[in-house]
């Protein structure tokens, strides 16, 4: 079964995209970094894509 996000639709606070800033900074990939965050993956790319933040990708 699909993993459950509790945060859906909730808008993003300021400690949320500096964590995105600094997970994204180190190298992690957006799986990781959306796990982290506890938000989707397709939330996740579209915040980074909003913010100028570029996501490794992972091969």
């Known amino acids: 079964m699909a ?3 509790t945060k ?4 993003w606070k300021s ?3 500096a964590k995105l800033r600094t997970l994204a900074a180190k190298g992690k990939g957006l799986k990781e970094i959306a796990k982290a ?11 980074a894509k ?10």
């Open 50 to 59: 909003i913010d100028g933040i570029g996501i490794a990708k992972l091969r």
């Open 37 to 47: 965050l506890n938000r989707s993956e397709e939330s996740t790319k579209e915040r």
């Open 8 to 11: 859906h639709r909730q808008p």
């Open 15 to 17: 400690d949320e995209v």
């Open 3 to 5: 993993e459950q996000f």
